[in-house]
């Protein structure tokens, strides 16, 4: 019996030892060690996947999930920068002498697909021809292509992939470097069109799902759980020699009131914990008892901006949303740090610009521009632009009308909310009447596309890179709401449109930056960038707060240990789960 | 009987018909659509909008759109959510069995216990035992399910009696078959007393009032006369006659078993259709709103259909008829 055993144990252990020779890829080393294998991590979720095709994800809710299992050619570094090796063990930039540019790939090799398929060069030859090209996504191809519209022209040359542009192109990287990698074995006969390609990875179909990234989803039960496994073929190794990802599985708890998700963290359930600013000191209050580590990040994002509608229906409106004094007023009678004081326990920093302070790209003069809480500089401009007030208290402007207009937000998002409540009580004590009315979303998103808008409260979010906002930025960007072109929306009247010199410039900076590869050169224009929004308050930003992360002390997390911190730009949605493959529990 | 059940349902697909029409345009002149999250997405440009809007079908005009849908449920294609790009049947039934249990068994409970209790009431008739009873049917009534289930959630994770929200423990697949149905059970606790609590004391208020209203009926007062045993005049004569509002109510309870719940599923974290409605509303996931709405319409006609059954069933004095 006992022979027979340890002939048992030898037979396993050299098929054990044959199988990981049989899989012996050119491995990504990653610079962690010393971490333990195995374990799983509980998570809450709010919902539950809608879709697991990444390309048709739109939700927070699904692309966490999927995000996890997603492969490019590079990955983000700490800022959200394409600087990282991943299928990729080697690139570059080339000009070329037609004055062109040409990113070139070189791919790992021997590296495979969950199911123990080859992850070669025609996957990602596939997924370009044949879903990105085609424009089978919903974002569409448009970030592919260059300032003239061109997609680029793809090559193979061995091991080596190439994307040529005809113009000088300067998101390569982000763009043909950063898309997901499909698995053409599996997609093969489901990329015909849109409508087929969107059904495809739905959450019925999780067990046609073949991943290249860390952790694969394999159980969804509607509601209640998603569970992900590592990818055993994961390509991947640690400085000593551990095939990562360290945890075994993700399991992430759909937990949808925020309020029984702390509960649930509280009572040892989940091993992390996003909370919000107004539970934070009493978490904080029990962190050392329950062995919590406690982190506050840097800034998020994402911030919320007011914006004045330039092209407002009413002729009177729109004249004071154009005036320069009038905005820079209203960002001067807005108290940022009572806001960060009161609704958010101080855990959020005052915003004067389009980026905040965690961003690879923030300019700091911005903050030098003095835009600090101030009635009577808001009242002295507000003098100089012409407006008064009359005998009962009221603003009047130059022609003698009282100044009063309306102010929405989505009233379901409650920062916004309260920032809006915030306002209305700062600008009543310029004689300003502001008439909030929160919406509903899609009530929100209808506004902006309508005349009948004043002012709104919002916030947008996209790549940290500012040259990600040209939908927002350009003068007829398919999403500058608050002063559209005329050419984007038919009732805004030629005749009446008028475009601030600021807005001008963007304009150009935003068009010229598409083609600037120089790093410094492209920082100039950033900050310049800044500067404007920032001196005309194009936008009146408002606050943003530090990313919150609590997680149990036995709960390593790589940016904690690397960094100090959590990653503000890595991963927007979920700060705590980038480079979730180096995370370990004890 | 049967003839009168044909009838019957004949009649209600012209009902039907209204509900499908009010409900689709209700959700028309409700602002936006669908693609609302991509147009605020700085990532989309607007001609991959126009697009994706003749992909889902939304540039076309409301009457078209009603028409499309109607012929295609005629069909048996009850559209696809547009959220979750497959058929809206199969979104719906990965969350009717959560919704199922936990309507059926809090009807079961209310009930259950609503029923007797009732009867308990009117029979000790303002003494301590049907004060006590009126006293906790109040409370249960006065305190709004979201604040009723936080409170027992809170005291969940105080105490770990029972589970903070969710349906499943994590460890359900490998249990016994046994140890399944508890787990069941300990998971559906909080919801259904949760939403127990709340319906059982109309229940039981309808219940006593009506045993209360027929005990003084002449033909009560008449067979204790008779020297007939209290047990038998109570729960063979006025009980039978008593029962009919509540059986008249339980046509109601079968479509609100399906949609009643929203909140409580909410935060009990319970993945039935409530939640999934309220999702889809807000993404404005029409074919999926629609066919739940559907479905309940479907279910109250349904409801009512039975109620009748049993009304004539329990009581001999109520005909099947139709006015012609």
């Known amino acids: ?586 | 009987m049967l003839k009168y059940i044909v009838r019957r349902l004949i009649l209600a697909i012209p009902v039907l018909l209204g509900v499908s029409v009010i409900s689709f345009f209700v959700m028309q002149l409700a602002p936006g659509d669908f693609l609302d999250t991509y147009r605020i997405n700085p990532n989309i440009s607007r001609e991959k909008i126009q697009e994706l809007e003749t992909l889902y079908g939304l540039d076309k005009n409301p009457v078209t759109q009603y028409f499309l849908w109607l012929g295609n449920i005629l069909k048996g294609d009850w559209g696809y959510s547009f959220v979750y790009k497959i058929d809206v049947w199969q979104v719906m039934l990965r969350r009717l069995e959560a919704t199922l249990l936990l309507g059926v068994t809090t009807f079961i409970f209310t009930w259950g216990i609503g029923i007797p209790l009732g009867i308990t009431a009117a029979l000790h008739q303002y003494k301590f035992t049907d004060q006590a009873l009126s006293t906790v049917g109040l409370i249960g009534i006065s305190i709004p399910n979201f604040f009723f289930a936080l409170l027992w959630l809170m005291w969940s994770a105080n105490t770990g009696i029972f589970p903070i929200g969710g349906m499943l423990s994590r460890e359900f697949a490998n249990f016994p078959w046994y140890k399944q149905i508890g787990d069941f059970f300990w998971h559906v606790a909080g919801p259904v007393i949760t939403l127990g609590t709340a319906s059982l004391a109309g229940t039981m208020r309808v219940m006593r009032g009506q045993i209360l209203d027929e005990m003084n009926q002449d033909y009560a007062e008449f067979a204790k006369a008779k020297g007939m045993p209290s047990d038998v005049v109570i729960y063979k004569h006025t009980l039978r006659n008593a029962i009919n509002p509540v059986i008249t109510s339980l046509g109601f309870s079968l479509s609100s078993i399906l949609g009643g719940a929203l909140i409580t599923e909410y935060v009990f974290s319970w993945p039935g259709l409530g939640s999934l409605m309220r999702d889809a509303i807000f993404q404005q996931d029409i074919y999926l709103v629609m066919a739940n709405l559907l479905l309940q319409g479907i279910l109250l006609i349904t409801g009512n259909l039975i109620a009748d059954i049993l009304l004539a069933a329990s009581d001999p004095r109520v005909r099947l008829r139709m006015s012609a």
């Open chain 1, 1 to 586: 019996m006992r022979k027979l055993l340890v002939l048992v144990v030898v037979v396993l252990s050299a098929l054990t030892i044959f199988a990981e020779e049989a899989y012996n890829p050119e491995w990504l080393i990653a610079d962690v060690e010393g971490g333990q294998r195995g374990g799983t991590l509980y998570l809450a979720t709010t919902s539950g996947p809608k879709t697991l095709n990444t390309y048709w994800a739109q939700e927070t809710s699904s692309s966490i999930i999927i995000n996890q299992g997603d492969v490019s050619l590079l990955s983000n570094d700490f800022y959200g920068q394409p600087t990282q090796p991943s299928l990729a063990k080697d690139w570059g930039v080339e000009r070329t002498e037609d004055g062109g540019t040409l990113y070139w790939f070189v791919m790992r090799e021997g590296v495979r697909w969950s199911d123990g398929h080859p992850l070669t060069i025609d996957d990602v030859v596939f997924t370009w021809e044949k879903i990105i090209v085609p424009d089978l996504t919903a974002d569409g191809n448009d970030v592919y292509m260059d300032a003239e519209g061109n997609l680029p022209e793809l090559t193979v040359e061995g091991n080596k992939i190439m994307f040529k542009y005809p113009t000088v192109f300067r998101f390569g990287f982000q763009t043909v470097g950063g898309f997901a990698i499909m698995p053409k074995h599996v997609l093969e006969d489901k990329v015909t069109d849109a409508e087929t390609f969107q059904s495809t990875w739905t959450v019925e179909q999780i067990d046609q799902l073949v991943v290249g990234g860390p952790f694969k989803v394999t159980e969804y039960t509607e509601g209640v759980r998603v569970v992900l496994e590592r990818n055993p073929y994961y390509f991947e190794k640690t400085k000593d020699g551990v095939q990562l990802p360290y945890l075994d599985r993700i399991v992430f708890e759909i937990v949808t009131d925020s309020n029984v998700a702390r509960l649930r963290f509280e009572a040892g359930e989940t091993d992390m914990h996003g909370p919000a600013a107004k539970d934070f000191p009493a978490l904080r209050a029990q962190a050392d008892k329950k062995g919590w580590n406690v982190i506050v990040g840097p800034a998020t994002a994402g911030s919320n901006f007011v914006a004045f509608n330039f092209n407002a229906a009413d002729p009177v409106h729109r004249e004071w949303f154009r005036n320069d004094n009038f905005r820079k007023a209203i960002a001067y009678a807005f108290d940022k740090q009572t806001i960060i004081d009161t609704l958010y326990n101080g855990l959020a920093v005052p915003c004067y610009g389009p980026r905040t302070n965690s961003s690879a790209f923030y300019n700091p003069k911005i903050e030098e521009l003095g835009f600090r809480h101030s009635l009577v500089t808001a009242q002295r401009l507000l003098r100089e632009a012409g407006f008064s007030l009359n005998e009962k208290g009221e603003l009047v402007d130059w022609d003698g009308n009282v100044v009063e207009f309306e102010l929405n937000t989505n009233g379901e998002n409650v920062v916004r909310n309260e920032i809006a409540v915030i306002l209305v009580d700062s600008l009543a004590k310029l004689g300003i009447k502001v008439n909030y009315r929160p919406l509903q979303f899609n009530a929100v998103v209808q506004k902006l596309y309508s005349a009948n808008l004043d002012a709104i409260i919002i916030g947008l979010v996209g790549g940290d890179d500012p040259g990600w906002g040209t939908n927002v930025w350009l003068l007829d960007g398919g999403l500058h709401f608050w002063n559209w072109s005329p050419e984007v929306m038919d009732w805004v009247d030629p005749d009446e449109y008028w475009v601030h010199p600021a807005e001008q410039r963007i304009d150009e900076i935003l068009r010229v930056s598409r083609s600037i590869l120089d790093k410094d050169e492209l920082q100039k224009l950033w900050d310049e960038w800044q500067m404007l929004i920032a001196e005309n308050q194009i936008l009146v930003y408002t606050i943003s707060q530090n990313y919150l992360n609590m997680h149990k002390n036995t709960l390593h997390l790589y940016p904690v240990e690397k960094y100090g911190t959590i990653n503000p730009y890595g991963y927007s949605y979920s700060p705590g789960m980038w480079k979730i493959e180096y995370a370990w529990k004890e």
